[in-house]
């Protein structure tokens, strides 16, 4: 039974990548929130809705190392693992705050902010289920990127959008380029990558966007489960298009 992990669970693309994993029984699905205080509704419904036993909720605020820390034990401690370990590892927690700052009226609270969630939380999350040995010798660590974190998409958006959480998403994929050769000498079989969702229908994208949930999600599963090492480092759009960097 493959093990998933996907944080940011409670609503938008991290719902829909649990309503879609949980579907299928054979999964088992660890859908992580940022505290019990989150508004977890949705998500309990969608669990309850997929009759899986598969599937769980766990506390995971990727702007803490404390809570990080907690959910890495918490996790190596739940019998629904039977000392399985994570196969897909889905990074999708991420925060967009205040999307009309531009380069000249960056907020540094305000970055910083997106920066410690969209960059550090995902670098020590991968890092201390690496070191609590809970990764599967041939894991599939996903990044969930945006266009916006690619400076040659970038440079075709006039004007250009959300300074501070494109800064942070181009963080991310040099991030991700580091992990897919760091993680090499560790877990020889891993494949890192990452993926541009593309404009989707979520409270972060609007509803002027785009894509359905169930349409993205749909198409990054696919390119997650095809992945082979042959792809480690590689940007995704989740039409299977590369993306430039």
Same mark, same amino acid.
């Given at each position: 039974?493959?093990?998933?992990? *996907?944080?940011?669970?409670?609503?938008?693309?991290?719902?829909?990548?649990?309503?879609?994993?949980?579907?299928?029984?054979?999964?088992?699905?660890?859908?992580?929130?940022?505290? %019990?205080?989150?508004?977890?509704?949705?998500?309990?419904?969608?669990?309850?809705?997929?009759?899986?036993?598969?599937?769980?909720?766990?506390?995971?605020?990727?702007?803490?190392?404390?809570?990080?820390?907690?959910?890495? #034990?918490?996790? +190596?401690?739940?019998?629904?693992?039977?000392?399985?370990?994570?196969?897909?590892?889905?990074?999708?927690?991420?925060?967009?705050?205040?999307? #009309?700052?531009?380069?000249?009226?960056?907020?540094?609270?305000?970055?910083?902010? =997106?920066?410690?969630?969209?960059?550090?939380?995902?670098?020590?999350?991968?890092?201390? $289920?690496?070191?609590?040995?809970?990764?599967?010798?041939?894991?599939?660590?996903?990044?969930?990127?945006?266009?916006? +974190?690619? =400076? &040659?998409?970038?440079?075709?958006?006039? %004007?250009?959008?959300?300074?501070?959480?494109?800064?942070?998403?181009? &963080? $991310?994929?040099?991030?991700?380029?580091?992990?897919? #050769?760091?993680?090499?000498?560790?877990? %020889?079989?891993?494949? *890192?990558?990452?993926?541009?969702?593309?404009?989707?229908?979520?409270?972060?994208? +609007?509803?002027?966007?785009?894509?359905?949930?169930?349409?993205?999600?749909?198409? =990054?599963?696919?390119?997650?489960?095809?992945? #082979?090492?042959?792809?480690?480092?590689?940007?995704?759009?989740?039409? +299977?298009?590369?993306?430039?960097?």
């Amino acid at each position: 039974m493959p093990v998933y992990v *996907v944080t940011g669970t409670n609503r938008g693309i991290g719902l829909e990548f649990t309503r879609q994993l949980s579907q299928d029984h054979a999964n088992i699905v660890v859908a992580c929130v940022r505290s %019990p205080t989150s508004d977890v509704g949705n998500l309990q419904s969608v669990i309850e809705e997929s009759k899986s036993h598969n599937a769980i909720i766990l506390d995971c605020d990727i702007s803490s190392a404390e809570s990080i820390n907690w959910f890495v #034990e918490t996790l +190596g401690k739940q019998k629904i693992l039977a000392d399985q370990k994570v196969d897909f590892l889905i990074h999708n927690a991420a925060l967009n705050l205040k999307p #009309e700052m531009n380069s000249f009226n960056l907020e540094p609270d305000l970055v910083h902010q =997106m920066i410690t969630a969209n960059v550090l939380g995902p670098a020590l999350l991968t890092s201390a $289920l690496l070191t609590a040995k809970l990764l599967s010798p041939k894991v599939r660590i996903f990044h969930i990127s945006s266009g916006l +974190g690619s =400076m &040659a998409v970038s440079l075709d958006h006039k %004007p250009r959008q959300s300074a501070g959480y494109s800064i942070s998403k181009a &963080a $991310l994929n040099m991030l991700a380029v580091h992990q897919a #050769e760091d993680i090499k000498s560790h877990l %020889p079989g891993a494949v *890192v990558a990452l993926v541009d969702p593309g404009w989707v229908k979520t409270d972060m994208g +609007g509803k002027n966007a785009i894509y359905e949930p169930s349409e993205s999600v749909g198409n =990054m599963l696919k390119i997650l489960h095809d992945l #082979e090492e042959s792809n480690n480092g590689e940007y995704f759009h989740h039409s +299977g298009r590369n993306v430039p960097w």
